[in-house]
């Protein structure tokens, strides 16, 4: 059975970074693309980026470039998302997802909450 | 501002069949598969249809897929009381270099 269990979600000040990780298992997690994708509360779901599988390359949203960036260590079947220059607009429920061709499976979440 | 399109209400009485529509670009759906996913309220959203028209194992056969142009759309059949859900439709845009998602469709079985 195919699991994404996501942590690292808290309260965290604006300009502050954090930093989430997606445990991965019940699949080959390197064979496979993943993504991060967010929702703000009560608001529909935002693509972030995503990491090819063996994390060559990596491609993310205009609203996140330059602040987040997107990694993977097969070894540890584990995504991560490291979060800098955090602001009030990136306060969300941050989903990683598996890629095959398009998202198959998601986590359950972890939410991030960006406020002074 | 969602680079696809979706109605952002639909609603149907049990047995009955609705459709939710999903417009795009030749960027995304005119060049790419969509897919499209069921959220519960408080859940993860969850995929009912993959590559314009194919249902993962476990969906039921009431829900089916089309793609035409840079144009999908979802149908359930049968409406049940456990269908009411928001629904979004998703594909790979070329442009974007990213995957783009609809606005989200909240279904409500009277």
């Known amino acids: 059975e195919v699991q994404l269990v996501e942590s690292g979600g808290g309260l965290v000040q604006p300009g502050g970074s954090l930093r989430l990780s997606c445990a991965a298992s019940?699949?080959?997690?390197?064979?496979?693309?993943m993504h991060w994708v967010r929702q703000a509360p009560g608001k529909g779901l935002v693509w972030v980026s995503r990491?090819?599988?063996?994390?060559?390359?990596?491609r993310y949203a205009d609203s996140v470039k330059g602040r987040f960036t997107i990694s993977r260590d097969n070894s540890k079947n584990t995504l991560y998302l490291q979060m800098n220059s955090l602001r009030a607009e990136d306060t969300a429920v941050y989903y990683c997802?598996?890629?095959?061709?398009?998202?198959?499976?998601w986590g359950q979440g972890t939410l991030v909450t960006v406020s002074s | 501002q969602s680079v696809l399109t979706q109605p952002p209400s639909a609603s149907g009485t049990p047995g009955q069949r609705v459709t939710i529509s999903c417009s795009g670009s030749?960027?995304?759906?005119?060049?790419?598969?969509v897919y499209w996913y069921q959220q519960l309220p408080g859940t993860a959203p969850k995929l009912v249809i993959y590559?314009?028209?194919q249902r993962p194992s476990g969906v039921p056969d009431r829900f089916s897929g089309s793609k035409s142009g840079t144009s999908a759309s979802l149908a359930i059949s049968g409406l049940r009381s456990e269908d009411e859900a928001d629904y979004y439709c998703?594909?790979?845009?070329?442009?974007?270099?990213?995957?783009?998602f609809g606005g989200g469709t909240k279904l409500t079985v009277l």
């Open positions: 990491i090819n599988s063996d994390g060559s390359s990596t």
């Open positions: 997802a598996r890629d095959y061709g398009g998202i198959d499976y």
């Open positions: 019940g699949f080959t997690f390197s064979s496979y693309g």
């Open positions: 998703a594909a790979w845009d070329d442009s974007l270099r990213g995957v783009v």
């Open positions: 590559r314009n028209n």
């Open positions: 030749s960027s995304n759906i005119g060049s790419n598969h």
